[in-house]
């Protein structure tokens, strides 16, 4: 009877492990990561024309965080390279989430807690990457640098100005690795040349917590750049890193802007003059971004543009092309990153059909969908 016991309980543990490690990041994945039903988008033969003359960027995806092949067509999620490239995409960067904390929120968050530490066990990451997010964010590379094999040539990691320039030539999609957040740095100088080295080009300085590099738009603190954060900010500049400040403090943004040697990027946002939610800075900082050549990536989901419709997105990148001009407006989906959208990438031609219908002409639907964004990275990656 005991063995009897014994071996049913073994069964039961192994059955429970398999559930955690082979059901529950799957099932995470869908319910974060949405698209809000709807039957196939109506496109004119003109929008449709115009969109195929598209090269469309993107500032800001976290496919890389789930268990998924980005190489290859998936049936969950709003991205991979298939669908991107199908969508009309030629450049997409990629971020490595390393931390969220629990019951995470607009509003105010502590970094006490850490929701991905779970899933990395889940998803059956390198041990080491279990207690370190420096590790994440280096295997999070080898990831992407992965699928790039596997792609058979559709996906090419982006490390230069020059091999941005020869993708551009050629045909499939640029990927450029960002982080969202600093906190991979775990307070080390040393290991911004760690993440350059892997790969990463784009530093997020915040995400929804407070850091060693000052606070967070939904921290606690509301502080500025710390004096780590003033000297970090300086050594990636000089690398040639781009600095992110998608979920910054407004005091860290005008810090960032006071010191800062070269153009920004706000990755994902809106624009608080068109929707007033807390997710989004102030448009006198978006101008000021955009004053000293920054980009400005427009999101999809509800907290960039209030009401998750292609509608709601156009009329938000029209608002932000009347504020700040188009030569400083891109895209900025947040595809993946536990957000509900109203289409998947290859749908984009949806959006290309809503903002003919808000007006815009091609000009200007041609700079925002991806030729701004495309010529900032050209203009501030690094040389080679």
């Not at 949405?34 to 993107?58: F, G, N, T, W």
């Not at 295997?139 to 320039?165: N, P």
């Not at 290309?352 to 010529?375: H, P, S, Y």
């Amino acid at each position: 009877m005991a063995r009897k016991i014994g071996f049913a309980l073994v069964l039961a543990i192994a059955a429970a492990a398999g559930v955690f490690f082979f059901v529950v990041p799957s099932r995470v994945d869908r319910s974060l990561n949405k698209i809000v039903p709807h039957a196939p988008y109506e496109v004119s033969e003109e929008a449709q024309a115009l969109h195929e003359s598209l090269r469309l960027a993107d500032l800001h995806d976290d496919a890389l965080l789930w268990d998924r092949d980005f190489s290859k067509r998936q049936t969950r999620g709003h991205t991979d390279a298939p669908r991107l490239i199908e969508g009309g995409y030629r450049l997409q960067i990629l971020a490595a989430v390393t931390k969220t904390p629990k019951n995470m929120n607009y509003d105010q968050n502590s970094g006490d807690t850490d929701n991905i530490t779970l899933l990395t066990i889940a998803q059956r990451w390198p041990v080491k990457t279990w207690s370190s997010l420096a590790e994440r964010a280096l295997h999070i590379a080898r990831r992407a640098h992965e699928a790039e094999r596997r792609s058979s040539g559709a996906v090419a990691i982006i490390r230069s100005k020059e091999d941005l320039r020869e993708r551009m030539e050629a045909e499939g999609l640029a990927v450029i690795l960002a982080t969202e957040g600093a906190h991979p740095l775990e307070g080390d100088l040393e290991n911004i040349d760690r993440l350059y080295d892997a790969g990463y080009r784009v530093l997020g300085l915040q995400h929804f917590f407070d850091n060693e590099l000052g606070g967070s738009l939904h921290g606690a603190s509301h502080r500025g750049l710390t004096e780590f954060g003033r000297k970090a900010v300086a050594a990636a500049q000089e690398k040639g890193m781009i600095i992110d400040i998608a979920h910054s403090s407004e005091a860290v943004v005008r810090d960032v802007l006071a010191i800062s040697s070269a153009p920004i990027i706000v990755s994902h946002t809106g624009l608080r003059g068109n929707c007033d939610s807390p997710r989004n800075l102030p448009d006198e900082l978006m101008i000021e971004t955009a004053a000293k050549g920054g980009l400005i990536g427009v999101g999809f989901w509800d907290g960039a543009v209030c009401d998750p419709s292609v509608p709601s997105i156009a009329r938000a990148i029209a608002y932000a092309v009347d504020l700040v001009g188009a030569d400083h407006v891109a895209l900025g989906s947040d595809y993946d990153g536990a957000t509900t959208v109203p289409f998947d990438a290859s749908e984009a031609a949806a959006l290309t059909q809503a903002l003919l219908n808000e007006g815009l002409d091609a000009a200007t639907i041609k700079a925002v969908m991806g030729e701004t964004a495309i010529r900032f990275f050209e203009e501030n990656l690094p040389e080679k």
